[in-house]
């Protein structure tokens, strides 16, 4: 299991990396959210790993909440470029 977490870590830094080297704001976005989710999932298999249901309510709010933020800013974005 503690393979299957280092996977999940390496594979949370290539959004890291597309958030650097592109400048547009919509690829950064996309990016910060593939990264939100990528982590809330490593909470819910901590979670499992460690029979921790406070741990794994924690990952299911970040899960389900935590893209609508970036979603908010994206229209914020948006109606700001239309101005």
């Known amino acids: 299991m503690n393979l299957i977490l280092i996977a999940m870590i390496l594979a949370l830094l290539i959004p890291f990396y597309e958030a650097w080297k ?28 460690r029979d921790d249901w406070m741990i794994g309510v924690t990952g299911v709010i970040i899960l389900s909440v935590g893209n609508a933020g970036l979603m908010l800013l994206a229209q914020i974005l948006k109606r700001i470029n239309e101005v």
């Open 22 to 49: 592109d400048d547009d704001i919509w690829q950064t976005m996309l990016a910060f959210a593939s990264i939100a989710t990528k982590t809330s999932i490593m909470i819910l298999v901590v979670s499992v790993l």
